[in-house]
């Protein structure tokens, strides 16, 4: 008996620090936050208690509905295309593929960096002279050669494959011998007749304001539904850098997958694709589970790549309810607004934890 | 014999604190190039004196957020003994109430009234600026004798201003007339030039009044006519920067650029001129950005904290802020100074900068209890037009809506 209590005090004592920690870092600190946001609280004066004011503020407040909706539409779209892309990015990188571990480190190179740095060379990419609008430019200006090359491609491919099943062999429509020719070809093709002036490259610039822009997309929806065009380039940026992390989780689960299943099924006729959805999306449910409720905690408090945006964007098409909290808390010559951060800070963990909670009845954590 | 060795013991303690009884000042100021500056400043100018007098000056850089962080530090009591208070964040840095009223401490009278009054708050000054810095006209003098025009001088009009940028235009497709940003930092000079005031006598601002519309197409209007370009549509991070790379003839800056170009542009011949007059009301119009040094109330060590900001603020400090090339000086007197009659031409713009706060309408860089927040609706107004996405007209009411709201909820609390 006397062992036994031993071995729990030395448990405790192995937890203390952790507990310390997380008692004072967390629990003292959360307690104080609802504490304040329930008062008029500035840092510097008492705090007063003002009772539900500052949840009633919230809502006449104009920032904070147009960050309830960035973080709502970011969460959204974010986490169903990183979470989509990151399992077929791993189903790829699951297959004996030669070079797989230079695949793997290279896809993964993204999350390793630090997001300020991604941002600062996403901010240049953006620019209006940048790397983005530099190719869409070259895209529009040789959109002739390129149609040329795309229509070329595809015929000569159609005729060949027809040709060869004329001849009663078997040819699927993406041999590669038979590609390798058309890809040939059709290059030839588009480079002679640009040579021969058949195909002029159009002039022209593609001139789109990626970031200095309140415009919103697509114009035809409601207003609460229309994503900000700085806060879609925020999304292409925050998918490019978490693609990889959640992708290596799916790689660890897809190891778990008996092989004899893919096998079995391809006995049975079953294409890759058909492959993918009953028996990969299947395998890996809890994983999905867990990159879901991930995402979307990660993106619902997004705040860094807002932050150093910053002055680059109108704060109205980018802000967040994470940046709403840190703005109030640190205002320009103003007082801060403790109370009033901490009520949109409270929020923001109720909202979190509700659709937390949701997504856990349409995504079971365990695997049937 | 144990009693003596006890009693030279005792001496000799006697003596070594005697010779630490030294009072450590904390300094708090901004990152970036100023450590390197206070630290010659403290090693060159200042410090041997204070050393004498028993105090040690230690400072301490605050390289991310400086409002952010300072705010925190006064809460929190961790604050230096002196500290930079920003002329544009000062009114809610006096309302913590942590900031020592310095009437009864320091004489005032020295320093350029006009920079004082952006730190005076009824009757009672709470920072002692330590320099200013106006805007002017930067031109690169090739440019302009290419184009066979003259160089912005004194005379000039918005309209002739533009004139001459227009001609340098001609020159090249990759060189333009000017390099713009979307600020209403650099636009608030036009309007203040126009006549125009930041707020009017009942608090309210109005964007829709006809000299500031009119300071708003001129100014947007050189950007969205091809005459001048924002600086991040050539890859420059800055005005300065278009200056030293010479994609634009003229930038219009502060004597912050002079060290800028000594470093990044050697060869450049450049020159300054005063801002340009309206063409409405004859006047020039200019900001006046300062800091000022400020004292923790809750300083323990008030006393050495005024002798630290009395030598921060001296005559010796200011001359050498100023020959390094970084600010004008904010005492009166340094103003006849015969470092800005000498035929240079970094003693020629920091002359015209220094004249820049005494000539037309002159503001101090302060927007009341909003701070810098009072920008932010202008800004991206300005942007919306010098990027096509707007006319005039409707960025400026969208813009008037905004700082409506914002006034508003300041005004609430």
Redesign the interface.
């Known amino acids: 008996m006397r062992a036994k209590q031993q071995e729990v005090v030395a448990a405790y004592l192995f937890l203390l620090p952790f507990l310390v920690t997380l008692g004072l870092f967390f629990l003292y600190a959360t307690v104080r936050a609802v504490y304040f946001s329930f008062t008029n609280y500035d840092?510097?004066n008492a705090p007063r208690w003002i009772g539900l004011q500052n949840y009633v503020n919230l809502f006449r407040?104009?920032n904070f509905l147009f960050a309830l909706r960035n973080s709502l539409l970011f969460s959204a779209i974010v986490t169903t295309v990183q979470t989509f892309g990151a399992l077929v990015m791993a189903a790829v990188l699951n297959q004996k593929i030669r070079g797989l571990n230079f695949f793997r480190a290279a896809f993964y190179m993204p999350s390793v960096t630090s997001s300020v740095v991604i941002t600062l060379i996403f901010l240049w990419m953006y620019?209006?002279?940048g790397l983005f609008n530099y190719l869409a430019t070259q895209v529009v200006n040789y959109a002739p050669q390129l149609g040329a090359f795309a229509l070329v491609l595809v015929g000569l491919q159609a005729l060949q494959v027809g040709l060869e099943r004329a001849r009663g062999l078997p040819a699927r429509w993406n041999d590669p011998a038979l590609f390798v020719i058309s890809l040939l070809v059709a290059v030839a093709a588009a480079w002679l007749l640009t040579f021969l002036g058949v195909l002029v490259p159009r002039g022209g610039v593609v001139d789109f304001?990626w970031l200095?822009?309140?415009?919103e997309v697509p114009g035809v929806f409601p207003t609460f539904l229309r994503a900000p065009v700085p806060l879609i380039a925020i999304m292409i940026q925050n998918i490019f850098t978490t693609i990889p992390t959640f992708m290596l989780m799916f790689l660890a689960a897809l190891q778990d997958v008996p092989k004899s299943h893919y096998e079995a099924a391809s006995l049975d006729g079953a294409t890759p694709v058909q492959q993918f959805f009953h028996i990969t999306i299947p395998a890996v449910q809890p994983v999905t589970f867990l990159v879901v409720t991930l995402s979307l905690i990660g993106t619902l408090q997004m705040f860094d790549q807002v932050a150093i945006f910053g002055?680059?964007v109108?704060?109205r098409s980018v802000i967040t309810l994470a940046y709403f909290v840190y703005q109030r808390m640190?205002?320009?010559?103003?007082?801060?607004?403790v109370g009033f951060a901490s009520a949109a800070a409270m929020f923001l963990a109720a909202l979190t934890l509700l659709i937390v909670l949701i997504q856990r009845r349409f995504i079971r954590s365990e695997a049937s | 014999m144990k009693r003596s060795t006890g009693l030279l013991l005792a001496l000799s303690l006697t003596a070594c604190s005697a010779a630490l009884a030294q009072t450590t000042v904390r300094v708090q100021g901004y990152g970036g190039q100023d450590p390197a500056i206070m630290q010659r400043l403290l090693n060159e100018v200042i410090g041997d004196d204070l050393q004498a007098e028993g105090i040690t000056v230690q400072y301490e850089p605050i390289e991310t957020?400086y409002?952010?962080v300072m705010?925190?530090n006064?809460?929190a009591g961790t604050a230096g003994d002196v500290f930079y208070l920003p002329g544009?964040?000062?009114?809610?840095?006096i309302?913590?109430?942590?900031v020592q009223p310095l009437n009864d401490l320091v004489d005032t009278e020295p320093f350029i009234d006009a920079l004082l009054e952006v730190y005076t708050q009824d009757g009672q000054v709470y920072g002692i600026p330590k320099d200013f810095n106006t805007l002017a006209i930067f031109y690169n003098e090739d440019l302009f004798d290419e184009a066979e025009v003259d160089y912005p001088n004194a005379d000039d009009t918005f309209e002739s201003f533009a004139e001459k940028l227009r001609a340098v235009r001609e020159l090249d497709p990759g060189i333009y007339g000017a390099c713009l940003s979307?600020d209403f930092a650099r636009l608030g000079a036009f309007a203040y030039a126009n006549g125009w005031q930041p707020f009017n006598e009942d608090g309210s601002v109005s964007l829709q009044d006809e000299a500031f519309v009119d300071a708003f197409e001129f100014y947007t209007g050189l950007v969205t006519e091809g005459t001048a370009v924002q600086p991040?549509?050539?890859?420059a991070g800055w005005p300065g920067d278009c200056l030293a790379n010479e994609q634009a003839a003229v930038a219009i800056e502060g004597a912050w650029i002079l060290g800028f170009l000594r470093d990044n542009a050697p060869n450049l011949a450049y020159g300054a001129a005063p801002m340009p007059r309206s063409d409405e009301t004859g006047e020039r119009g200019n900001f006046v950005y300062s800091v000022a040094w400020a004292i923790n109330a809750d300083s323990p060590n008030q006393e050495a904290a005024v002798r630290v900001l009395e030598a921060l603020t001296s005559e010796e400090a200011q001359q050498f802020i100023l020959e390094q090339g970084l600010a004008i000086p904010s005492r009166e007197a340094l103003g006849e100074l015969d470092y800005f009659n000498e035929d240079d031409p970094e003693a020629q713009a920091n002359r015209i900068i220094f004249e820049g706060a005494s000539d037309g309408n002159v503001l101090g860089f302060q927007?009341?209890?909003?701070?810098?927040?009072?920008m932010?609706p202008i800004?991206?107004a300005i942007?919306?037009v010098m990027?096509g996405?707007a006319d005039a007209a409707s960025a400026l009411q969208s813009a008037q809506s905004e700082l409506d709201?914002i006034l508003a909820?300041?005004g609430a609390?």
């Open positions: 840092l510097f407040e104009e620019q209006r002279q304001v200095q822009t309140r415009q002055n680059a109108p704060t640190f205002p320009g010559a103003q007082l801060p607004e | 957020d409002n952010a705010t925190n006064l809460s544009e964040v000062a009114p809610g840095f309302a913590t109430g942590r979307a991040s549509d050539v890859g927007f009341g209890n909003i701070g810098t927040d009072y932010t800004n991206n942007t919306a990027t996405q709201a909820r300041a609390r």
